[in-house]
T-cell receptor, first 111, second 113 residues
Framework: AQTIHQWPVAEIKAVGSPLSLGCTIK??????LYWYWQATGGTLQQLFY??????VESVVQLNLSASRPKDDQFILSTEKLLLSHSGFYLC??????????FGPGTRLTVL | QQKVQQSPESLSVPEGGMASFNCTSS?????YFWWYRQHSGEGPKALM?????GDKKEGRFTAHLNKASLHVSLHIRDSQPSDSALYFC?????????????FGKGTHLHVLP
């Protein structure tokens, strides 16, 4: 069975500080991976997707970047956090029929 | 304009009642739909997909798609308190751009014991 692990579970960071969030997929070879952002109780905004190692496509510009250093790993980062970055970050992979399987998420609070 | 629009924003039903959600796409390229459910503090989970006109039933859940009007609905019969969650409609474009998935704003469901 495929599993998604996200780290950390939660972060409290200061405006202007750097950020790195991680996601690991187990049990699925060469997955298509996605990062989503969700404001509290809000809709899911797709941020990035990656089809293969080293290749990442940006869907929306939010002063964030993403990288895929390994087949099973997806990293979301920024050098300078903004207040507007607060929210719930979700990693997901795509199944054969395009269904999205989400991880447990990381809650980010920027103060 | 939001490409996937959901209604209502919030819904309260008594335990054992029927909950109904609506979703409309404003873009004819978005013809493949899913319903997702998200409990508070968790990642969303897919409930069901619907790609063809008509009804699709899975247990207490029934989805209906009308491709001509780009309208999809979800009905939950015999609603339970554990069904209380945020429900999303999601759609994707045709195969040439299959990586982009658009989610609606969601409907908050409250099932009252």
């Amino acid at each position: 069975a495929q599993t998604i692990h996200q780290w950390p579970v939660a972060e409290i960071k200061a405006v202007g500080s750097p950020l790195s969030l991680g996601c690991t997929i187990k049990g699925k070879s060469s997955p298509n991976l996605y990062w989503y952002w969700q404001a509290t109780g809000g809709t899911l905004q797709q941020l990035f997707y990656s089809i293969t190692v080293g290749q990442v496509e940006s869907v929306v510009q939010l002063n964030l970047s993403a990288s895929r250093p390994k087949d099973d790993q997806f990293i979301l980062s920024t050098e300078k956090l903004l207040l507007s970055h607060s929210g719930f970050y979700l990693c997901a992979f795509r199944d054969w029929d395009y269904e999205q399987y989400f991880g447990p998420g990381t809650r980010l609070t920027v103060l | 304009q939001q490409k996937v629009q959901q209604s209502p924003e919030s819904l309260s039903v008594p335990e054992g009642g029927m909950a109904s959600f609506n979703c409309t796409s404003s873009d004819r390229n978005f013809q493949y739909f899913w319903w997702y459910r998200q409990h508070s503090g968790e990642g969303p989970k897919a409930l069901m997909s619907i790609f063809s006109d008509g009804d699709k039933k899975e247990g207490r859940f029934t989805a209906h798609l009308n491709k001509a009007s780009l309208h999809v609905s979800l009905h939950i019969r015999d609603s339970q308190p554990s069904d209380s969650a945020l429900y999303f409609c999601a759609a994707r474009e045709d195969d040439t751009n299959a990586y982009k998935v658009i989610f609606g704003k969601g409907t908050h469901l409250h099932v009252l014991p």
